[in-house]
């Protein structure tokens, strides 16, 4: 059984964005991580977007309308948070605005993430069980949580790698699983429990 670090207490906020309106613009940097090149969007004072160059629903949520600009404090303050990160360091993603452009849904269970700690994994059905709880539902689908979890479009920072299958299996990441697996030994996470499935296995 993965090692759940999640639980019930400290709902988090995410930040709301400006994505209704068509007057809104969105300017993008590049990040060079261990990684692979990655992308970074805001909003001029959020992080709306990181993605791997390669990944699936790359940029899906602010399009392709971009405008390069590297000098926005909030693209200094989310590059030296990567550095850290990927120096083996644990930078609070609190230090971070956030506000990646989703339903009310998807926020909350991406709000959930940002609670799962370094180091440690929880299940699709252990954060169903959260949000239904927080919505007064009796119960909700992993399946949904899956939707959810596979589309955060801020990748890393909101730890969508930290999700597993009920029985330890890997899966369900839209940078691939081999990221996710670096990812994971990246944080030190015991992966003697963990293992990548085969096609067709339930969350």
């Not at 959930?112 to 007064?136: F, Q, S, W």
């Not at 597993?164 to 940078?175: D, H, I």
Request: charged share 20%; with cysteine; aromatic share 8%.
């Amino acid at each position: 059984m993965p090692d759940t670090g999640v639980g019930m207490a400290g709902a988090r906020k995410l930040g709301g964005n400006k994505m209704k309106g068509k007057e809104n613009m969105f300017y993008a940097t590049h990040f060079v991580s261990p990684l692979g090149p990655m992308m970074m969007v805001s909003d001029g004072e959020n992080i709306v977007g990181l993605w791997l160059k390669k990944q699936k629903y790359y940029a899906a949520t602010v399009g392709n309308d971009l405008i390069e600009k590297d000098d926005l404090p909030v693209f200094a303050a989310g590059k030296e948070w990567l550095e850290q990160y990927f120096a083996g360091e644990k930078p609070a993603i609190s230090q971070l605005p956030l506000a990646p452009a989703g339903s009310e849904f998807r926020k909350a269970v991406w709000a959930v993430l940002c609670d799962i700690p370094y180091g440690r994994v929880t299940t699709y059905g252990k954060i169903a069980k959260i949000i239904a709880n927080r919505m007064n539902k009796k119960n909700m689908s992993s399946q949904a949580i899956g939707g959810a979890v596979g589309h955060n479009p801020i990748g890393i920072i909101i730890p969508c790698h930290r999700v597993v299958g009920s029985n330890g299996s890997l899966t369900g990441y839209a940078g691939g699983i081999d990221i996710k697996v670096k990812l994971l030994e990246h944080e030190g996470v015991d992966m003697s429990r963990l293992f990548v499935p085969k096609k067709g296995t339930a969350l």
